[in-house]
C-alpha cells in the first residue's frame, strides 16, 4: 500500500492519520521554521507519522499527533509530571512515563550552582519542562522555562496526583479553555498542574474539592461538552 504524502499539511489537519503518512514535505517550504511533537519525526525533508492518531496543528508552527494512549513520547518544550526515583552527583533520574527514565542536571534550576543544589527525596513530584528529546537517549529534563527562570516549575507539594490518557492532557491544555476545567473555575478554586505526559496534579483547600475536581476530569474523556457541565453540577451537589 503507497503512503499518503503532501507537500502542505493543510489537507491533514485534523484528519486521521497512520504511521508512514508523510505529512510534510520540507523542501517545498522555504524561510520557514516548524516544530514538531509527538507522533512526528523528520526524515532529511520529510515528516512523517509514527502513531496512529489525529494530526493536530497550533499556531504559529507546531504541528502533532494526538490520540489517546498511557505511553507517553517525549518531545522538545513539552511540559510534564515526572517523579524522582534516584539521584546522582551530577543528575536526578526522573520517572515521566515513557520508555526510558529522564535525567535532571542539578544545575538546571534557576541560579543553579554547585554551592545550592536542591535535594529531593525519592517520590517527590516535579513540574518539568523536556529540553532534550533524542531517539536512542534519556530525554533532558530543566526545572527553568527558555529564559532561564523557574516560573511555574519546581516540586509539587501535597495535593493529589493521578493519571489520564495523553490525548486527554491535551486537551485539558488546550486553547481556548478546556469546557470542564472552564465548569470547574466558575464553581471552585484550585490548584492544578498538567503533564502532557498524562498525569495531572490538583491541590484546594478542601480534600472535597480536590476528589470533585479529580473525579471529573478522569471521567469527562468520552463526554460532550455539554456533558461535562451537566456532570460538573451533578459532583458539585455533593459538597452543597
Known amino acids: 500500500m503507497e503512503n499518503k504524502k503532501s507537500s502542505s499539511p493543510a489537507g491533514f489537519i485534523d484528519s486521521t492519520v497512520v504511521p508512514g503518512d508523510v505529512v510534510l514535505d520540507l523542501s517545498s517550504m522555504t524561510?520557514?521554521?516548524?516544530?514538531?511533537?509527538g507522533g512526528l519525526r523528520q526524515d532529511c525533508d520529510a515528516i512523517s507519522v509514527m502513531k496512529a492518531g489525529t494530526l493536530r496543528f497550533s499556531k504559529p508552527n507546531k504541528y502533532w499527533v494526538e490520540s489517546s494512549q498511557k505511553r507517553y513520547v517525549p518531545c522538545v518544550e513539552d511540559t510534564v509530571l515526572g517523579i524522582v526515583v534516584d539521584s546522582k552527583a551530577d543528575n536526578f533520574l526522573i520517572d515521566i512515563k515513557g520508555p526510558a527514565l529522564a535525567f535532571l542536571p542539578v544545575l538546571a534550576f534557576e541560579g543553579g550552582t554547585r554551592r545550592n543544589i536542591p535535594k529531593f527525596e525519592v517520590g517527590t513530584l516535579l513540574y518539568l519542562r523536556v529540553v532534550k528529546a533524542n531517539f536512542g537517549m534519556n530525554p533532558e529534563l530543566s526545572c527553568t522555562d527558555v529564559s532561564g527562570k523557574a516560573a511555574?516549575?519546581?516540586p509539587l507539594k501535597d495535593g493529589y496526583m493521578f493519571?489520564?490518557?495523553?490525548?486527554?492532557?491535551?486537551?485539558?491544555?488546550?486553547?481556548?479553555?478546556?469546557?470542564?476545567?472552564?465548569?470547574?473555575?466558575?464553581?471552585?478554586?484550585?490548584?492544578?498542574?498538567?503533564g502532557?505526559?498524562?498525569?495531572?496534579?490538583?491541590?484546594?483547600?478542601?480534600?472535597?474539592?480536590?476528589?470533585?475536581?479529580?473525579?471529573?476530569?478522569?471521567?469527562s474523556e468520552s463526554l460532550s461538552t455539554a456533558q461535562q457541565i451537566i456532570m460538573v453540577e451533578h459532583l458539585l451537589k455533593n459538597i452543597q
Open 196 to 219: 502532557l505526559n498524562g498525569r495531572v496534579w490538583v491541590n484546594a483547600t478542601s480534600p472535597d474539592i480536590i476528589v470533585i475536581v479529580a473525579n471529573a476530569i478522569m471521567k
Open 31 to 37: 524561510n520557514q521554521t516548524i516544530k514538531i511533537g
Open 163 to 194: 493519571e489520564i490518557s495523553t490525548g486527554l492532557s491535551r486537551k485539558l491544555l488546550s486553547s481556548p479553555t478546556c469546557p470542564i476545567l472552564e465548569a470547574l473555575g466558575k464553581k471552585l478554586s484550585f490548584e492544578i498542574a498538567i
Open 152 to 154: 511555574e516549575f519546581g
